[in-house]
């Protein structure tokens, strides 16, 4: 069973940034790619990036594109987001999962409790 923790949220000014980590644990990590979600408040979750297995392919919606970048390190079995440059419309609560295909963003594992970040103007 995988489980799925993510950390690094909280509440920043506009302009600053966030480095959000997920500790994936129970399963393969390696040969999996893996997404970052977000779910606003009243809105539906979205899929906001994604890194393919050997970090060699990457994955971003375009409001997030220049200003997120998104990593893996396979020996820690965790994958990282960093955001720079935030906006309010940033705010979320974040979440991971393991994709099937990188640009469809299909999520294969339950949920985690994501991690929450405000962004104030």
């Known amino acids: 069973q995988v489980q799925l923790v993510e950390s690094g949220g909280g509440l920043v000014q506009a302009g600053g940034s966030l480095r959000l980590s997920c500790a994936v644990s129970?399963?393969?990590?390696?040969?999996?790619?893996m997404g970052w979600f977000r779910q606003a408040p009243g809105k539906e979750r979205e899929f906001v990036a994604a890194?393919?297995?050997?970090?060699?392919?990457?994955y971003y919606r375009d409001s997030v594109k220049g200003r997120f970048a998104v990593s893996r390190d396979n020996a820690k079995n965790t994958v990282y987001l960093q955001m720079n440059s935030l906006k309010p419309e940033d705010t979320a609560v974040y979440y991971c999962?393991?994709?099937?295909?990188?640009?469809?963003?299909?999520?294969?594992?339950?949920w985690g409790q994501g991690t929450m970040v405000t962004v104030s103007s």
């Open positions: 999962n393991r994709v099937y295909g990188l640009q469809r963003g299909i999520a294969l594992d339950p």
């Open positions: 129970g399963r393969t990590f390696s040969g999996s790619a």
């Open positions: 890194i393919d297995w050997s970090s060699s392919s990457t």
